[in-house]
């Protein structure tokens, strides 16, 4: 039996364990995102670089996504947290144009690792997924890799149409990031 409380109080309570339970069950989990590509049908890019600054320095960069327009030649505007799930809004310069799109977080792990998949209407076709691993070289310096995994019905048309653009791309903006990084060093 509950206690003699005013009605309005057994709603709220109620309401409150209800939201509570939804909020539980709608946590984002990237086990069961289906918009991650996974092999084998997939085609991948990657692209290794030293970068002579601590993990750190590195991160700091990567996960400052309102600054991305001031060093990434292919990004104009980047915003939104660096969490789990979290949605990430961007205009990217992709084939000579402008266009809007936005990411899901599906990995952070700092100073380690971050990525995100791509979201939005072209997802019923082809999903990216690009990881950026960063491991500290035991020099003071940073190993760092990207790698773009694409999935989806159209996966072959990317690698067809976009697949060196992808490649030049992530390459650019490794070597832009690294500048980046050591010109907020020497701020």
């Known amino acids: 039996m509950l206690p003699q409380v005013p009605h309005t109080t057994h709603a709220h309570l109620l309401m ?29 890019w990657s692209h290794e670089a030293s970068i002579p600054a601590p993990p750190e320095a590195v991160w ?5 996504f309102d600054h991305y327009a001031d060093w990434n030649p292919w ?20 084939d000579g144009e402008s266009r809007s799109m936005w990411h899901r977080i599906t990995a952070v792990d700092a100073p380690g690792r971050l990525c995100w998949r791509d ?3 072209t997802t019923a076709f082809a999903t990216g997924l690009r ?22 019905s159209a996966r072959r048309t990317v690698e067809t149409r976009y697949g060196g653009q992808l490649q030049a791309s992530m390459e650019a903006e490794t070597e832009a990031l690294a500048a980046e990084v050591l010109r907020r060093a020497t701020d």
């Open 16 to 44: 409150g364990l209800v939201l509570a339970a939804v909020c539980a069950c709608t946590a984002y989990d990237p086990a069961r995102d289906r918009k991650i590509p996974r092999p084998p049908k997939v085609v991948e």
């Open 60 to 64: 700091a960069v990567l996960v400052d």
């Open 75 to 94: 990004i104009v505007s980047a915003s939104g947290p660096a969490e789990l799930g979290a949605r990430v809004d961007i205009e990217v310069v992709l």
């Open 119 to 121: 979201g939005g209407p």
């Open 131 to 152: 990881c950026r691993e960063l491991v500290d070289d035991g020099a003071g310096g940073t190993r760092f890799r990207v790698v773009l995994t694409v999935g989806g």
